[in-house]
């Protein structure tokens, strides 16, 4: 996978994902900062003109350094629910095709120190640059988990102690007042067509998000973070 930016670049580089860097010939001291880390790592970085990188990102701000990261270390659904800690938070991608919506959302993700995401092979966004660069160099450090099909996923979260709750605008009850201190699988459906039939009827509850203006939904990945952050507040214990 191909990454690009500083801070992307750089939390690629502090996950061990880096395989080998290109970097433009003008180096600027955050340039610099990675050069030393990939120094560190015994990384090979390859000097370019930057219009090689223009046409490799594809005119992506990449800021004059590009990285080919290793592949992913495969997971499974069981990986994700092990005990540890604290119990299991993951978040169910459902349909969601925009790469700057799962950027944020992987970036809200390892903000709050969940599990991992589970996202299906078709109908999902490539976690490619544009991906990478929206979440800020999460998607290096996040576990990933690909599945054939949404809906059995959650069947067999559930048969690992998860409790599966999805977000949908029509539900009755606040996200707020979901216990989110249980291993928790949260669902999320694409923005305009929202969780696909089969996949809200396998879901253990719905919960929204109470909308007080005038518009009637959010974002996904801000309604992502609205509620993995109540979450996270319901494990620390506060009020």
């Known amino acids: 996978m191909l990454v690009y930016g500083i801070n992307s670049v750089r939390e690629a580089l502090r996950a061990g994902r880096v395989r080998r860097m290109r970097v433009g010939w003008r180096a600027d001291a ?27 990102t594809r ?3 990449h800021q004059g350094v590009v990285a080919q990261l290793d592949d992913r270390r495969a997971a499974s659904l069981s990986d994700l629910a092990a005990s540890g800690q ?5 978040v169910v ?11 944020a959302i992987l970036r809200t993700v390892d ?30 450090w996040v576990t990933v988990v690909d599945v054939v099909n949404i809906a059995r996923a959650l069947e067999e979260l559930k048969t690992l102690g998860v409790w599966t709750v999805g977000l949908d605008a029509a539900a009755t009850q606040s996200y707020d007042s979901v216990d989110f201190t249980l291993p928790t699988a949260l669902v999320l459906g694409a923005e305009g067509t929202g969780l696909r039939r089969l996949v809200r009827e396998r879901c253990d ?21 609205v509620v993995l952050f ?10």
Request: glycine share 10%.
């Open 111 to 140: 903000a709050v120190g969940a599990r991992g995401l589970v996202r299906q092979e078709r109908r999902a966004a490539p976690l490619a640059a544009a991906a990478a660069k929206a979440s800020a160099g999460a998607v290096a």
């Open 30 to 56: 955050r340039v610099r900062e990675l050069l030393d880390l990939a120094a560190q790592a015994n990384i090979q970085v390859e000097r370019v003109d930057v219009a090689i990188l223009d046409r490799e």
């Open 205 to 225: 509850v719905l919960a929204s998000i109470p909308m007080l203006g005038h518009v009637d939904s959010l974002n996904v990945s801000v309604a992502a973070g």
């Open 93 to 103: 991608l459902d349909g969601i095709e925009d790469p700057h919506n799962v950027g």
């Open 86 to 90: 604290q119990p299991p938070l993951i």
């Open 59 to 61: 005119g992506g701000v």
């Open 230 to 239: 109540e979450a996270a507040r319901q494990r620390r214990g506060t009020t």
